[in-house]
Structures are given as structure tokens and as C-alpha cells.
């Protein structure tokens, strides 16, 4: 029971090497794998992945180019399968189904996670930045081995923007233009809701603790360091 209750979806409408392999090449639509470097990434056997690779091939799922003795795969966006699938892999193994997972850990601690910018409004290319913005108890502490594990594994910068129950209603109050403009554009809802937020911080107002009434913004992107 519990081995079904952990299968991801995917994994559950393919076998698990075509999966990996629709995972990889369709949320990086533009980028050539090879397939060594592709076995890798899956943590597979390259032979593991030629059969798949010729399948989805002659399908017209992936195209295939030679340079030398080096062969190359990647998404064919011109399938007509390809909106409906990369749909399916993003809802299922993408960045947004991953960061529900993680901020799922903090429980109550996160009381509003959404992405806004071009990923929220599907204007992202395969190596755009994500924006995410956090309202909670959580600190960069919390969520920098977090983000960096998505960043790894996506090969994408998560860019965080913390704020505290109150100090996000103080500046929504105000009218802060980053805010009022972030929640008129179109976001991506990964926990909670404004309207819980508010009926929320209305509860606990009065029993905030004195650096939480300060109103100090804790605004500056979780990013891990980068070599290179």
C-alpha cells in the first residue's frame, strides 16, 4: 500500500526509463542530450536508454541528430503531442508539483508560497529564474538547503522573497507597488490562501513576538553560492 501511495504519477502511466527520459527532455525542451550524459543524469545504463530513445524517435516524440560518433536527443516541439505531454510533465515531475513537496515540510510554518514572473505566466525559457515568494515563520536558514537541492536538480535559480504575516499586510495596506503588482499579475498558487493569511495574522495579532512586530523585511533571495 504504501509502495502505491508513493508512486509518482508519471512513473505510474509509463515505465520508469521513458519517464525519466520525457522528464528530462521535455522540461528542457531546447537543450540536445547526449546520451551518455542523459544516462547519467537518470543514474541509468546507456544501453538501459537506446531502446527507449529509438521508440520515442520513431514516434516523433524526440528528434535525433549525429555529430561524428556522437548522437543527440531532444524534444520535438513540432509533435502535436508535445503541448499535451510537456503539460503532463510539468503538473507531475516539473518545478511547481517539487516546491508544493517542499514547502508541504514546513507545515504551518509557511503560510502563503506562490511563483509569480514568467514562469507563472509561461514565458520561461528551459533556464529562466524562478520567483517565489514566502509569507511565514520560515528563514533562509530553513529554505537555502532546499532551494539549492531544487536548483540542482532542475538546474534552474530559485529566487525567494520572505515576509513575515504582518509585515506582508502592513505593505499590502500600504499599497506597496512590488506586491499589488505581483498579486494583479498571474501567479501560481503553491500554499495557502490570502484570505486564510489575513483571517490568520487577524488571530495571532497581538501575540506576534517583538522582531515579528518590527516589521523587518526578510527580502534578499535565499541563493546558494555558485562556483563558476
Request: hydrophobic share 40%; proline share 5%; with cysteine.
Amino acid at each position: 500500500m504504501n509502495a502505491v501511495n508513493n508512486l509518482a504519477p508519471l512513473d505510474a502511466i509509463f515505465p520508469s526509463i521513458r519517464a525519466g527520459v520525457l522528464s528530462s527532455a521535455l522540461l528542457e525542451p531546447q537543450r540536445w542530450w547526449y546520451l551518455s550524459e542523459l544516462a547519467r543524469h537518470l543514474g541509468a545504463r546507456p544501453s538501459s536508454l537506446q531502446r527507449e530513445l529509438v521508440s520515442l524517435v520513431s514516434s516523433g516524440i524526440l528528434e535525433r541528430r549525429q555529430d561524428g560518433r556522437r548522437v543527440y536527443f531532444r524534444a520535438n516541439s513540432s509533435s502535436p503531442v508535445f503541448r499535451d505531454l510537456r503539460g503532463l510533465v510539468e503538473k507531475t515531475a516539473g518545478i511547481v508539483p517539487a516546491l508544493v513537496q517542499a514547502l508541504e515540510a514546513f507545515g504551518s510554518r509557511i503560510e502563503l508560497g506562490l511563483i509569480y514572473g514568467s514562469v507563472a505566466r509561461r514565458e520561461e525559457r528551459a533556464s529562466s529564474d524562478v520567483d517565489l515568494m514566502i509569507v511565514g515563520s520560515v528563514g533562509q536558514i530553513d529554505l537555502v538547503p532546499v532551494l539549492r537541492k531544487l536548483e540542482d536538480r532542475f538546474r534552474r535559480e530559485v529566487n525567494a522573497m520572505l515576509y513575515s504575516p504582518q509585515e506582508f499586510r502592513k505593505r499590502l495596506a500600504a499599497g506597496d507597488h512590488f506586491l499589488c503588482s505581483v498579486l494583479k499579475g498571474k501567479t501560481i498558487l503553491l500554499r495557502g490562501s490570502l484570505d486564510e493569511l489575513g483571517k490568520t495574522s487577524a488571530r495571532r495579532k497581538g501575540s506576534s513576538s517583538p522582531d515579528q512586530r518590527s516589521g523587518t523585511r526578510r527580502d534578499t533571495p535565499p541563493r546558494s553560492p555558485r562556483s563558476g
